[in-house]
């Protein structure tokens, strides 16, 4: 193998460029030729392929989002686009690609695969859904920037004496509302992997405010529903002065924390590492702190599962 591709595909996450530079470092570091794929599988079918150098990912590793810019691309998911894709690597000369997002893109890494092309999944998305590993690259920045909201909501839910409901992102996974909630002391955390009574919620809110509680923090993950439908809900129930916030996108921006570089360093030369023994059709990942490797195919069929022992703590904790 000579050469090898890269590229950042579907949501972006903070330390995704971290992710970029290791696979292009450690790639030149033992002697290959290293091309970005630029807009992720759309840049793929169009060709839109250039030279990277040790110097063009200098100055990245601190920055969010992705220097190779991302996208969402229908077609790929088709035969032909998938071809079309493979053509334009054969034409660059590259033997092997990695490829750097969510589970969307690990179906197209896995879809390239299954066609005979070499590629390896590395997981970049906030949150942290992917199985085959315990974290994804942008799920402890994106933590970050949700807890900072709490402990600001909270100084003024305290002065006000007010409920918050503060909706966060995470698809159809709960991971980031119950980190975010559990290290943010929030009261009740709403996950899609639990089954959630609005009546339970509003008795525990009442027997807080019986108690002295000056204020109500409920961490909602966006897969349970709407924050602004379960605050209008509660405040029907409750008559407490309720107010929501949604955080959206401001989860997915921010520079990355040190956790979520070292991250993206590791697991974007065990990357390359694989490719150099040989080895395509994998998706990597980080299980107790050690990096590990499965094949793509069979990492895709596992249910991404919620820490049922943390959740449990955070329900201990929060009576
Ligand atoms: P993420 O990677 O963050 O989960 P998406 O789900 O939008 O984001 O997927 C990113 C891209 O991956 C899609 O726009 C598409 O190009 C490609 N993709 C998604 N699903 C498939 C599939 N089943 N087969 C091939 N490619 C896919």
Redo the contacts with the bound molecule.
Sequence with gaps: MKRIGVLT???DAPGMNAAVRAVTRKAIYHGLEVYGIYH??QGLMEGDIKRLELGSVGDIIQRGGTTLFS????E??TREG?LQGIEQLKKHGIDALVVI????????AK?LTEHGFPCIGVPG?IDNDIPGTEFTIGFDTALNTVIDAIDKIRDTATSHERTYVIEVMGRNAGDIALWAGLSGGAETIMIPEEDHDIEDVVAKLKRGHERGKKHSIIVVAEGVGSGVEIGKKIEEMTSFDTRVTVLGHVQRGGSPTAADRVLASRLGAKAVELLLEGKGGRAVGIEKNELVDYDIIEALGRPHKIDDKMYQLSQELSI
Aim: glycine share 32%.
């Design positions: 595909s579907g949501g992720g599988y996208a969402r691309c229908p790929f998911k998938q997002g969510g589970d969307g893109s690990y179906m197209g879809a998305t």
